[in-house]
């Protein structure tokens, strides 16, 4: 009994009162660029699931700076009207069974650039319905509602109009799509304005890492949102953060899908990957002195804004965390440089799309143990791969 007491009066007096719910958060990162590449401006993507074709768009906005071309902005709603259109066919084709919703992967952003071509965003903003800022909640549940009753085959036939109606529905909120305009006095098509910008989209490679396909192989990531199916080549985790770096160091962004749901990541611009296993304290009843959960113990972790221990991440633990549903595809970003915190620990410079209404100004610094924990995919140029891994790929 004196020694329970004796460590019980070690933790109180040490100010480690795990009773006590700290309601009161720490924001105390200092972080310091290491490196940054060009990116263009923040954008929001506000009420609506279409971050993988503002990350899409704003990725080939970067790669533009990159090869020193003029900073453009390109229409995100151009991309997901004609996404949005192909995916209602795949729907209708698959008698319902496919996935259908607002959700896509960056493929889909290059599969539209390839086969119709692009827009500036002052052509097409996507704003018909009488919002400031994008809103698709009544689009999503219209859409869905559309397809269904299609899919159902009321007349016994599908008609010759129902995709009609629903490229309708999209032109009606999203703005007809441009078939002729004007930039800078000069008239383009949408695919003409694409070959002007100078971009060749077969030069973009997508890079995963699981091991539930063999390593250097390609395979379709099991993921809802990759409804056409595209392919990743596949690395071990630490080819795929060699190709990051390298990327970042020779002056590429990158395209990152990777998971938001996380606890870690937080709306104040960081995200962290700290290590929650419950301390060891002496004794079986433990939970009984101190009166603290697990779940307690977690939300005092995260709510302290500070550097903290990590987690060490394997290719296993990536892995458990896909297989279990633990690890989502939740979100497409940029990544476009790194920096360290005050105890140098890394992190890598992420463009959000959430609109400049946040701490860092709509950027966010993931650390290197979330990046590695959680990033789904990533896109990018062949040749900001190292030359071995591209062997490795059977690329040239």
């Known amino acids: 009994m004196k020694r329970i007491l ?15 719910k700290d309601t009161t958060a720490v924001d105390s990162f200092q972080f310091t660029i290491v490196k940054q590449n060009k990116i263009t401006p923040v954008k929001n993507q506000a009420s609506s699931g279409t971050c993988w074709s503002f990350s899409g768009i704003g990725f080939y906005e970067a790669e533009l700076l990159r090869m020193g071309k003029p900073e453009v902005d390109l229409s995100e709603m151009f991309v997901v009207h004609h996404s949005y259109s192909d995916k209602a066919t795949q729907y209708v084709r698959m ?35 009488g919002e400031p800022k994008h809103k698709h909640g009544e689009l999503d549940a219209l859409a869905e509602a559309y397809v269904k009753v299609i899919v ?21 909120y999203l703005g007809k799509l441009p078939t002729e305009f004007m930039v800078n006095g000069k008239k ?53 953060m060699q190709v990051m770096d390298n990327a970042i160091d020779k002056g590429y962004c990158l395209a990152w899908a990777s998971d938001v749901s996380e606890k870690g990541f937080s709306r104040k611009g960081v995200a962290v990957n700290p290590e929650t296993k419950k301390v060891n304290l002496p004794g079986t009843d433990q939970a009984k002195w101190l009166n603290i959960s ?3 113990m977690e939300d005092s972790i995260y709510k302290k804004m500070k550097p903290q221990p990590e987690i060490k991440v394997t290719q296993e633990l990536r892995q458990e ?13 940029v990544i476009y440089g790194t920096a360290k915190d005050q105890n140098g620990t890394k992190y890598y410079l992420v463009k959000n799309s959430w609109g ?9 610094y993931a650390s290197n143990s979330f990046v590695q924990h959680k990033t789904i995919d990533i896109l990018v140029h062949k040749d900001a791969i190292p030359k071995e891994i591209l062997k490795k790929l059977g690329l040239k």
Do not use: C
């Open 6 to 20: 004796f460590f019980l009066s070690i933790f109180l007096f040490s100010g480690v009162v795990f009773a006590q």
């Open 321 to 333: 965390g896909f297989d279990n549903y633990q690890t989502t595809d939740d979100h497409g970003m």
């Open 152 to 172: 159902k085959n009321p007349n016994k036939k599908l008609s010759t109009a129902w995709k009609i109606g629903f490229d309708g529905i999209l032109d009606a």
């Open 188 to 240: 383009y098509t949408p695919m003409s304005y694409e070959k002007s910008l100078g971009l060749n989209l077969d030069d973009y490679i997508s890079l995963t890492s699981f091991t539930h396909h063999p390593f250097y192989t390609k395979f379709a990531i099991e993921i809802p949102d990759n409804w056409r199916n595209d392919e990743s080549y596949n690395l071990p985790l630490n080819e795929l």
């Open 95 to 129: 008698y319902g069974t496919a996935n259908f919703g607002a959700g896509g992967s960056f493929y889909d952003v290059s599969y539209v650039m390839k086969n119709y071509g692009i827009v500036p965003d002052s052509i097409m903003t996507g704003l018909n319905y």
């Open 356 to 364: 400049t209404d946040s701490k860092y100004k709509g950027i966010w």
């Open 294 to 296: 697990q779940k307690e």
